[in-house]
């Protein structure tokens, strides 16, 4: 990688990471499924394009002037990698992606770890929007490459989106009750059905450009825990998108790593272990917010709604089980 620093206008090269523990178990396949995304298309089509792209942390060389021109390495963020980036290239440096250079990378194996990691990329999201968003948008350049940074930068805020959706679930069952009235949901329903065909081509192309050998029924499974995952963390997403908002910097909370590889190998006896919050409690009280709704539409006889409120219940109860088996 070190010859495209020739060229004295890049400041940045990074490589595209693997998952050296993707078979490990099913939650670790999901967030390779997640990070393939992440690395094989939205980089690339941003760098192709000539828009920001970020630092991932690791896998990637700097060139000591760039990062000095931009302001140094600052702690106002968690996610300072993210926040480096964009101040980078708002001074001119030209950053680049090279997604046939491949670097090793363990996963998180336990949902408490995944749950403080995502949280961590969440909250540092948040402050770094709140830190540079406005230059961004001041600055002068393109404005395909504001409008790109604007999504990159605020995509978490989807998950307050989601936890509203979530809340309003009761609401809206009794206004139907009072009302007689449930169009709402045929209407949500071609959304549903777009927004996660979406999905299958989005995840189905990062697959498909690393010559994956994965079956399409795998492919078809693995896209609904994806589905179901990401529900199940809105909660905890939704309180780091506004913790990142209303504080900079803060601890960083590392990622527990254990070195476990192969699905015989075993992370249980590892010292190091995501820690357990009040969050447990905050899902626990979701959980029961979703069954008094499920038991209301029942009674109601709403049964438009029940696939939906259904599924809520089942991929909350699902990253709560993890979370709360895997913390003992």
Known sequence: MVHYFADPQVGMVQARRAHINRQYS???????????GHFVIEQTARNRAGCFFNFNGTAGIWRASAIADAGGWQHTTVTEDLDLSYRVQLKGWQC????????????????????????????????????????????????????????HLTNNFNYLLLMALLLLSLPYQVYVSQHQWEYGLIIYLPIFIVTTLNLFVFYGVSQRAQNSTISPFQFGYHIFFLLSVGIGMSLNQSLAVCDGLLRFGTDFVR?????????????????YRGANTCLLALERLMLMYLAVTILFATYHAHYLSLPFLFMFFIVYSYVLRLSLFQSR
């Open 26 to 36: 099913l939650l670790t396949e999901i967030q390779a499924l997640m990070l393939d």
């Open 96 to 151: 680049l992606y090279l997604p046939h250079i491949v670097v090793p990378a363990e996963l998180p194996v336990e949902m408490n770890s995944f749950k403080s990691q995502q949280f961590r990329w969440a909250k540092g999201a948040s402050q770094v929007t709140k830190k540079l968003l406005g230059k961004v948008l001041r600055a002068d350049i393109p404005l395909h490459v504001k409008f790109e940074a604007f999504l």
């Open 255 to 271: 990622t527990p790593k254990h070195g476990v590889v192969a699905a015989a190998e075993s992370w249980k006896t590892k010292k």
